[in-house]
């Protein structure tokens, strides 16, 4: 099985734009969940999808937005980008709801100059 | 918060000693799992340990809990070159928490 896919690999914004991110998870994950790594705050929960429903948000603020297709692919958004938001985001697959194992993919670095 | 904290901060050996690492969490759990980053990267599982388990081994790997103290520990033994990267711990609070991390470093 192809293992968990996040386009692009790597980004440069400047302040004020949007940007989106994509993941496709592991052929039949249908739960999603997306993180946000920096050296400051290490790896944070963003939120987890799970068959198109949103199941936990983590404690981000409403500029960052998700979710997720039939397909169980899944978009992350993050509008008005801000300098503290230059990051790894990582996407990470499980089968069920997350409770155990989760596959993660190799994440989209994002720059905001 | 953070739920797992993961202890030392950064850890360096040399090649072939056993690495040790430690987790403390707050909250009752289901299970706790480790995770190893190698840098810049995404993450990969490398175990999991149930609630009413007290140790488990896989490899070179061997995993404690006491929930009793809510914590765990992961032991590398006869660490290799390959195993420099960050290590976290994460635990399940109705979604995984990771901790920090051990930043790893094995010297050749």
Known sequence: ?113 | SQQGEEDPQALSIQEGENATMNCSYKTSINNLQWYRQNSGRGLVHLILIRSNEREKHSGRLRVTLDTSKKSSSLLITASRAADTASYFCATDDDKIIFGKGTRLHILP
Request: proline share 6%.
């Open chain 1, 1 to 113: 099985k192809a293992g968990v896919t996040q386009t692009p690999r790597y980004l440069i914004k400047t302040r004020g734009q949007q940007v989106t991110l994509s993941c496709s998870p592991i052929s039949g994950h249908r739960s999603v969940s997306w993180y946000q790594q920096t050296p400051g705050q290490g790896l944070q929960f963003l939120f987890e999808y799970f068959s198109e429903t949103q199941r936990n948000k983590g404690n981000f603020p409403g500029r960052f937005s998700g979710r997720q297709f039939s397909n169980s692919r899944s978009e992350m958004n993050v509008s008005t980008l801000e300098l503290g938001d230059s990051a790894l985001y990582l996407c990470a697959s499980s089968p069920t709801p997350i409770k155990e194992t989760q596959y993660f993919g190799p994440g989209t670095r994002l720059l905001v100059l």
